[in-house]
């Protein structure tokens, strides 16, 4: 088990449907990040949030919209996504300083797009 | 542009066979280099970080070591239960209290240890 939550841990959609992953953390750390990563391949970073704030928006399409509600919690929400988008997401989380923290990553959310 | 490139991509070994992963990096200022290990469908496990040249870190069958250009994990007398994909990844550069980590990841190397 990890110390990162991630919800669902398997998601099936339509491409013109609109979901939520969700995420969780309880460790204090002020730094949250959203990955994708297809398979046999390392993780991309989509999204970075540091004190709640979007620090770092790697250049992601807009039918992926991050939200962090607070210092815990970290949300992606999903809409009219296509095929390709099929991927494992990762949540991860880091302490307040951005120096030398290594990421504690989720088990990810494996989403299907059909 | 940071970069980091891992070899084997895939290494089978038998148990009790000793060997070493390659993780090769350019980086504008190292700030830290991470190991990880991925079981498949779950998310990397975080192994080590290091920070500067001639550091060691161990855990159980496991050392990391670090130079200017390269860290490698050495795994000795490895078990079944050591299989997974190991990534190495990378934190360069001028990092703000406030950006966030940004980690540049190497491709990993799958390790499968048979019985």
């Known amino acids: 088990d990890t110390e990162v939550t991630q919800t669902p841990k398997h998601l099936v959609m339509g491409m013109t449907n609109k979901k939520s992953l969700k995420c969780e953390q309880h460790?204090?750390?002020?730094?949250m990040y959203w990955y994708k990563q297809k398979a046999k391949k390392p993780p991309e970073l989509m999204f970075v949030?540091?004190?709640?704030?979007?620090?770092i928006n790697e250049s992601v399409p807009s039918r992926f919209s991050p939200e962090c509600p607070n210092s815990s919690l970290l949300n992606l929400h999903l809409h009219a996504l296509q095929p390709e988008d099929s991927a494992l997401y990762l949540c991860?989380?880091?302490?307040?300083?951005?120096?030398?923290?290594?990421?504690?990553f989720g088990n990810g959310t494996r989403l299907t797009v059909t | 542009e940071d970069q980091v490139t891992q070899s084997p991509e895939a290494l089978r070994l038998q148990e009790g066979e000793s060997s070493s992963l390659n993780c090769s990096y350019t980086?504008?200022?190292?700030?830290?280099l991470f190991w990880y290990r991925q079981d498949p469908g779950k998310g990397p496990e975080f192994l080590f970080t290091?920070?500067?040249a001639g550091e060691e870190k161990e855990k159980e069958r496991l050392k990391a070591t670090l130079t200017k250009k390269e860290s490698f994990l050495h795994i000795t007398a490895p078990k079944p239960e050591d299989s997974a994909t190991y990534l190495c990844a990378v934190q360069g550069g001028i990092v703000k209290e406030t950006s966030g980590s940004r980690l540049t990841f190497g491709e990993g190397t799958q390790l499968t240890v048979n019985p």
């Open positions: 290091l920070y500067s």
């Open positions: 980086v504008s200022g190292l700030r830290g």
């Open positions: 949030y540091s004190y709640e704030k979007l620090s």
């Open positions: 460790m204090g750390h002020r730094a």
């Open positions: 991860a989380s880091s302490p307040n300083s951005a120096l030398n923290s290594p990421l504690h």
